[in-house]
């Protein structure tokens, strides 16, 4: 059945990709983005789609979000997807961060109540904080460091106190869900010195410049290619239900690849997907607080969403090549 849905930040990368996957599965969809990092570019194949609405507005201001449920004529499910994302900002505008992550998740929760609309979490793997146990299961236990140490848990805590805002809302009656992407990757992500990873490796073969690896390049991620994170979001909008018959409400789920790789393997893959026009590799920079691993326990997104992730590392980025060299 056809679903009214708002997805807020969905002019981002992983939001995009969303909207054109309700689109496809024959729902009307509202964005609603201010464009802070996001772009129409993203949302080019889709842009005169008849049920694609986008409003231009800041997810914190109420009116901004009211205007998208006029649009649909009422909401069956957000997906709140705007933040600010990307790990230079975390220090940078740590006051930024915390005001539009979590003011946006309660002004797009409570408007979730108020449309008595199904609501989905964009969390992330950093509201585990530096909690180092691996792999990190669904409800593993947040662990902060000292404040004044740097700012980097600015993004992670305040993650986390979206999902404690979203436990508080399912005890009050909502039915909503938690997904957290393990570093998402594709063709359209960007690669400049806010960006993330992979698109910053691309960015280095495009432009022939050598490819910069944070720290000594041991420390591990879960790439997971954008098709599988956005199944996963899909997933956790559309089933009213578990395939195990629970009840979603409440519930979190890591989605990340269990292809544990560490930076300088990324790197070399990179580099050998894109065959001659390899760069060469150097150590150095990072980011005060970067965790050493990073890895899923995703069990539960299987059992509860039939999702697992498809794409091998080396496919995915064979894919994110092939993009660049034919564009969008
Ligand atoms: N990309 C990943 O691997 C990853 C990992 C963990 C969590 N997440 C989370 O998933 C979500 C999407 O991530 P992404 O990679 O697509 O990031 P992104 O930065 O590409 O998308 C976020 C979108 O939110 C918009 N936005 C920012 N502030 C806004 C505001 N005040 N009002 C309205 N829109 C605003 C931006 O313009 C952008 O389009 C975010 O919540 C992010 O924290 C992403």
């Known amino acids: 059945m056809s679903q009214r849905v708002v997805v807020t930040g969905g002019a981002g990368f992983i939001?995009?990709?969303?909207?054109?996957?309700?689109?496809?599965?024959?729902?009307?969809?509202?964005?609603?983005?201010?464009?802070?990092?996001?772009?129409?570019?993203?949302?080019?194949?889709?842009?005169?789609?008849?049920?694609?609405t986008v409003v231009e507005g800041d997810v914190t201001v109420e009116d901004d979000l009211d205007r998208c449920a006029q649009a649909l004529g009422g909401v069956d499910l957000v997906h709140h997807l705007a933040a600010i994302n990307g790990t230079k900002w975390f220090d940078e505008a740590a006051l930024e961060v915390i005001d539009v992550n979590i003011n946006g998740t309660l002004a797009a929760l409570r408007k979730a109540q108020t449309w008595g609309a199904r609501f989905v979490l964009a969390s992330s793997p950093e509201a585990f904080g530096q909690n180092e146990t691996m792999p990190l299961r669904s409800e593993e236990s947040s662990d902060f460091p000292p404040a004044s140490l740097h700012q980097r848990f600015s993004y992670g805590a305040s993650k986390y106190l979206g999902e404690v805002a979203v436990q508080h809302a399912v005890?009050?009656?909502?039915?909503?869900?938690?997904?957290?992407?393990?570093?998402?990757?594709?063709?359209?992500?960007?690669?400049?010195?806010?960006?993330?990873?992979?698109?910053?490796?691309?960015?280095a073969v495009v432009h022939q410049q050598p490819m910069r690896i944070h720290?000594?390049?041991?420390?591990?991620?879960?790439?997971?290619?954008?098709?599988?994170?956005v199944e996963g979001f899909y997933l956790a909008g559309a089933l009213d239900e578990g395939l195990d018959g629970g009840s979603l409400a409440g519930r979190s789920f890591n989605i990340g690849s269990t292809e544990e790789v560490s930076m300088?393997?990324?790197?070399?893959?990179?580099?050998?997907?894109?065959?001659?026009?390899?760069?060469?590799?150097?150590?150095?920079?990072?980011?005060?607080?970067?965790?050493?691993?990073?890895?899923?326990?995703n069990s539960g997104a299987l059992a509860s969403l039939g999702w697992v992730p498809r794409t091998s590392l080396q496919e995915g980025l064979a894919k994110v090549w092939s993009a660049l060299q034919t564009g969008p």
Do not use: C, K
């Open 171 to 203: 005890r009050n009656g909502l039915d909503a869900r938690i997904v957290r992407p393990f570093n998402a990757y594709g063709a359209t992500m960007l690669g400049d010195a806010y960006g993330q990873v992979v698109g910053m490796f691309f960015h």
């Open 215 to 229: 720290g000594d390049g041991l420390q591990t991620r879960s790439m997971t290619y954008i098709d599988d994170t």
């Open 15 to 52: 939001g995009a990709a969303l909207v054109q996957r309700l689109l496809t599965e024959g729902h009307h969809v509202a964005v609603l983005d201010n464009f802070w990092r996001g772009s129409m570019t993203n949302l080019q194949s889709v842009s005169q789609h008849a049920h694609l």
């Open 264 to 297: 300088r393997f990324l790197a070399e893959s990179v580099n050998h997907v894109v065959g001659t026009m390899a760069v060469d590799m150097v150590l150095g920079g990072g980011y005060p607080g970067d965790s050493q691993r990073r890895l899923p326990e």
